[in-house]
């Protein structure tokens, strides 16, 4: 089992479609969890960090199951701006301060 | 604030050849990753520093790949002797450790794209 899976996509969705992004993690041991945003060409930038109650972020909400091992993220009212790819993060060992594994990313692309 | 600096942001080299990337973290950063990506196989880490001391390498993919970090700003990524498969997009990231030791965010620089002909 790959250790952060994300379905691929793409995500073809109109200007102000609601979107959800699922992702999987093996390790029960992580403690932190993100999603991250990248552009085409571009580096990867934070978009906001998945916390256990839920966290929401205008209009984006991402939710932790950790009993499922599972992350989402919802974007609501789609803007043609957010089309990109979307990578699911987790810490790799389960320890603070260590690294994160990347999924291989949702691409998303929204039109007008 | 200068985000993450790599150099060069483009590199085309012949298959043989020693390539050098380059990489000035965030001041005050005291965590530095390297990372490899692909179409194939996504973003992989390949090394990473903590306080210039290189702590896991593992993902290193063989011994023609070499990093060092000999001050706090500054780290290489060594490729020698370049192949073909060796292309790929190389980002190189900073971070800080909050003071509870929790992973804080990754901050990455703009890349460097290398392709081995």
């Known amino acids: 089992r790959k250790e952060v899976e994300q379905d691929p996509g793409p995500f073809n969705v109109p200007e102000g479609a609601t979107v959800a992004f699922n992702c999987t993690y093996s390790n029960s041991a992580s403690q932190s969890f993100f999603w991250y945003r990248q552009d085409c060409r571009k580096e990867p930038k934070l978009l906001m960090s998945?916390?256990?109650s839920g966290n929401e972020d205008g209009r984006f909400t991402a939710q932790l199951n950790r009993a499922s091992q599972y992350i989402s993220l919802l974007i609501r009212d789609s803007k043609l701006s957010d089309s990109a790819t979307y990578l699911c993060?987790?810490?790799?060992?389960?320890?603070?301060?260590?690294?994160?594994?990347f999924g291989k990313g949702t691409t998303l692309s929204v039109s007008s | 604030d200068a985000g993450v600096i790599q150099s060069p942001r483009h590199e085309v080299t012949e298959m043989g050849q020693e390539v050098t990337l380059r990489c000035k973290p965030i001041?005050?950063?005291?965590?530095l990753f390297w990372y490899r990506q692909t179409m194939m196989r996504g973003l992989e880490l390949l090394i990473y520093f903590n306080n210039n001391v290189p702590i896991d390498d593992s993902g290193m993919p063989e011994d023609r790949f070499s990093a060092k970090m000999p001050n706090a700003s500054f780290s290489t990524l060594k490729i020698q002797p370049s192949e073909p498969r060796d292309s790929a997009v190389y980002f190189c990231?900073?971070?800080?450790?909050?003071?509870?030791?929790?992973?804080?965010?990754?901050?990455f620089g703009p890349g460097t794209r290398l392709t081995v002909l």
């Open positions: 998945v916390y256990s």
């Open positions: 993060v987790v810490n790799g060992r389960g320890q603070a301060g260590t690294a994160l594994i």
């Open positions: 990231a900073s971070s800080v450790a909050h003071s509870g030791g929790e992973t804080d965010t990754q901050y």
């Open positions: 001041s005050g950063h005291d965590y």
